[in-house]
């Protein structure tokens, strides 16, 4: 079926832009925030990927912690309604995990397929989180599937799957795949160029402030429109100063955080005894923190509260 785009994904466009819809779907389809904001030129260039025309199949969505590298496919897709297997990588993680094993089932032993497999076989999305954590030799295991010729043969059966048309890759990194040197994400590995190539790379910027503070009034309108921009405000100086971005500090507020932040600042305030913004702060960023950067950040929170706006 076909959906306007302009009130499907609440972006400006013509009432006669429309996109199709999947009437039927076999896999499991995401559930959607209704309060997602979503910036129309990276919309667009998702929905190419996703559509007939794109050029390459596989796109790798990197950026800082929190902007949004797997809610993004996750929120187009559920609009969608196109199903989607994920798989959260690390340094552990081996090509037989994401395309499948013989197990045990009913008494019998069995094929049983991996996320890569069964999204190749339904039509959908293989979303691998973390992909610059992944070790490189296992990586490049996945090349024979990331090309416009793709085909995956499974070793212990001796099957050779064709993937569907509209099969697709996604994978995240907080880096480009060259490795960490900020020190600021723990694993991050140094890819393989013949891997990397084979994607779209799309760089994922953090909301422009007055959506960051738009974003946050949809998910804690309980607290006055006055303290979520200051707690809007006091995140992104504490991102300027974060190790990823250049400065010192070892912790920051995504925009995930901050949305957790205001949502059990949120809770807090029905709670007597606590300072509902202040205590949040402590249990969604602060407590377990190194105590010198925790320090510091309170310090700015204390010269916000005090009237003196980050």
Same mark, same amino acid.
């Given at each position: 079926m076909q959906e306007k785009i302009n009130s499907l994904f609440g972006i400006p466009a013509p009432d006669a832009a429309v996109i199709h819809v999947r009437d039927t779907v076999d896999g499991p389809v995401p559930n959607i925030d209704p309060n997602y904001i %979503?910036?129309?030129?990276?919309?667009?260039?998702?929905?190419?990927?996703? $559509?007939?025309?794109?050029? #390459? !199949?596989?796109?790798?969505?990197?950026?800082?912690?929190?902007?949004?590298?797997?809610?993004?496919?996750?929120?187009?897709? +559920?609009?969608? /309604?196109?199903?989607?297997?994920?798989?959260s990588c690390s340094g552990k993680t081996r090509f037989e995990h994401l395309?499948?094993?013989?197990?045990?089932?009913?008494? &019998?032993?069995?094929?049983?397929?991996? *996320?890569?497999?069964? @999204?190749? /076989?339904?039509?959908?999305? %293989?979303? @691998?989180?973390?992909?610059? /954590?992944?070790?490189? +030799?296992?990586?490049? =295991?996945?090349?024979?599937?990331?090309?416009?010729?793709? #085909?995956?043969?499974?070793?212990?059966?001796?099957?050779?799957?064709? *993937? @569907?048309?509209? %099969? /697709?890759?996604?994978?995240?990194? &907080?880096? $480009? $795949?060259?490795?960490?040197?900020?020190g600021a994400y723990a694993g991050e590995k140094v890819g393989s160029f013949a891997f990397y190539d084979r994607f779209i790379k799309i760089k994922m910027e953090p909301l422009p402030e007055e959506h960051e503070k738009a974003l946050l009034g949809k998910h804690a309108p309980g607290l006055p429109e006055q303290i979520r921009d200051g707690m809007v405000s006091l995140a992104r100086q504490i991102r300027e100063s974060f190790v990823g971005n250049g400065g010192a500090l070892r912790i920051t507020i995504s925009p995930r955080s901050l949305i957790d932040w205001g949502k059990l @600042?949120?809770?807090? =305030?029905?709670?007597?005894?606590?300072?509902?913004? !202040?205590?949040?702060? !402590?249990?969604?960023?602060?407590?377990?923190?190194?105590?010198?950067?925790?320090?510091?950040?309170?310090?700015?929170?204390?010269?916000?509260? &005090?009237g003196n706006q980050p």
């Open positions: %979503f910036e129309p030129m990276v919309l667009k260039r998702i929905l190419l990927w996703l $559509g007939p025309k794109t050029p #390459r !199949k596989n796109i790798f969505l990197l950026g800082e912690a929190g902007v949004g590298k797997t809610s993004l496919p996750l929120e187009v897709c +559920g609009r969608l /309604r196109t199903p989607v297997w994920s798989v395309v499948g094993a013989m197990c045990l089932v009913d008494g &019998n032993t069995k094929w049983v397929d991996g *996320p890569l497999t069964a @999204a190749m /076989r339904a039509g959908g999305v %293989f979303l @691998a989180n973390e992909i610059t /954590r992944m070790d490189p +030799g296992e990586q490049m =295991r996945l090349v024979d599937i990331l090309d416009q010729r793709s #085909r995956l043969t499974i070793g212990e059966t001796g099957e050779v799957i064709e *993937p @569907a048309a509209d %099969f /697709r890759v996604a994978v995240t990194g &907080n880096s $480009g $795949g060259h490795g960490d040197e900020s @600042a949120c809770e807090y =305030r029905l709670m007597s005894g606590l300072d509902p913004v !202040k205590d949040s702060l !402590k249990d969604i960023i602060l407590n377990g923190s190194p105590e010198e950067d925790a320090r510091v950040v309170m310090e700015i929170y204390e010269n916000w509260v &005090n």
